[in-house]
Nanobody, 115 residues
Framework: QVQLVESGGGLVQPGGSLRLSCAAS????????MGWYRQAPGKQRELVAA???????NYADSVKGRFTISRDNAKNTLSLQMNSLNPKDTAVYYC?????????WGQGTQVTVSS
């Protein structure tokens, strides 16, 4: 059974940085698209950044230039480097992976940006 486990969330001051990681277990096969989504209280879940198996990336306008997504296909891991964080980035961040039409989700990790 495939499981995605996120780590790296926490409390950070405005202007600070965090690095989220996602490790996939239960599968020796790599995924197609992978990405990070987030959901703030009272809002819908939204795409933050995505990356294909070939390394092509896509970012939400609100994080362009501040966040960087990367993956290691051999290790089935996904990362999100977040810089210049601001309070609007506060949300639960979810790791997502797609393979053969099946969507997989992590349990989420809380990111709180506050002074």
């Amino acid at each position: 059974q495939v499981q995605l486990v996120e780590s790296g969330g926490g409390l950070v001051q405005p202007g600070g940085s965090l690095r989220l990681s996602c490790a996939a277990s239960g599968s020796k096969f790599s995924f197609n698209d992978m990405g990070w989504y987030r959901q703030a209280p009272g809002k819908q879940r939204e795409l933050v950044a995505a990356i294909t198996s070939g390394g092509s990336t896509n970012y939400a306008d609100s994080v362009k230039g501040r966040f960087t997504i990367s993956r290691d296909n051999a290790k089935n891991t996904l990362s999100l480097q977040m810089n210049s964080l601001n309070p609007k980035d506060t949300a639960v961040y979810y790791c997502h992976a797609l393979r053969s039409g099946v969507n997989y989700w992590g349990q989420g990790t809380q990111v709180t940006v506050s002074s």
